[in-house]
């Protein structure tokens, strides 16, 4: 399943220079957090942004959202392994 593209959508882009501190720093980690919850990349809302990988990162590790590993569409976590949930390995091909 894609993720919904209107919440990558609402994440403000940020003009070069300007700093995010208070109530609008508070309101753009929401917005990033909702986006990346709903599968988006760190990537992708950081392009929407107009920051790099590394300012979405830090924004959404400073508000608590469990990142997912490299790679995932789903939160970290040994849960969310196929092994874990009975799933059969796929076998390598020759």
């Known amino acids: 399943m894609l993720p919904d593209s209107d919440l990558l959508c ?30 988006h990349p760190i990537r992708a809302i950081a392009e929407q942004a107009q920051r790099s990988y590394g300012f979405v990162q830090r924004a959404l ?3 608590g959202t469990k990142l997912r590993e490299r790679g995932s569409h789903g939160p970290r976590g040994a849960d969310n392994h196929p092994r874990a949930a009975g799933g059969v390995e796929p076998s390598p091909s020759l």
């Open 10 to 39: 609402v994440v403000p882009r940020i003009p070069k220079g300007q700093h995010l501190s208070g109530d609008e720093r508070v309101q753009w980690i929401t917005k990033a957090k909702r986006a990346y919850d709903a599968g």
């Open 61 to 63: 590790a400073e508000s």
